[in-house]
């Protein structure tokens, strides 16, 4: 106030109107939700590279297994989250679109794609679900491994052979994790796919759901 004042051929910038204000909003938040998704695939994608790289400074503070456990639960994790913003996200693509003529459209296709990924993270599911509720996780790999380290710590197994454990299971794990990763990543693709070809129209222009958030398209 004190500057326009002190120059009177300033005007106030008048507010954008409240319609705008909605589809800012909207369009601000649907960028969040699925930049959080695509924030937990990075972190997934990652998960492999640092369980085939154990750095030597770290075998004076953990073991070896202990390092393919921690990246192996902390995928399972990851999934878990990344399951958990594809949720939040198709749900908040129906509660805000239910009233488009296309609503029904969109809700089936959510519901599809969201089966698509159920189907291709459902054993790590079921994983972390007995890991979180029942025992830690515990697979062949894994409890060879930990056994290996055990012997060589006894001296009732060499060092050569303790390594090659090591190194065949985290390479083990590291593949299996890629190709789930692989499967994700299409399955992100496809998601652009169908959600883009519902929320834009043929002229690329971002579809606003009806009056009451946004304009009618």
Known sequence: ETMLANNPGL????????????????????????FEITTSFAALANIPFYIKHF?????KRIT?????????????????????RVTLFFNFLRKKYKQADYASKLNDACNVLHKDLKDIIEANVK????????????DPVLTGLEAQEFLFRFKQSSAKNYFDWFLD?????????????ARLKKWLNQCGLVLGGLLFDSSASFRYPPAGFGQKS
Not at 127 to 138: I, N, P
Not at 169 to 181: I, L, R, V
């Open 127 to 138: 994983a972390r679900g007995a890991h979180v509720h029942e025992r830690r996780l515990d």
């Open 169 to 181: 299971a985290k390479q083990e794990k590291a593949f299996f994790m890629t190709m789930d990763n």
């Open 55 to 59: 750095p030597p400074a770290l075998s």
């Open 11 to 34: 005007r106030p910038v008048p507010p954008a109107p409240l319609r705008i204000q909605r589809d800012a909003l909207l369009l601000l938040r649907i960028f969040q939700q699925f």
């Open 64 to 84: 070896r297994p202990v390092w393919v456990r921690y990246h192996s639960e902390n995928y399972l994790h990851e999934l878990y989250v990344f399951d958990q």
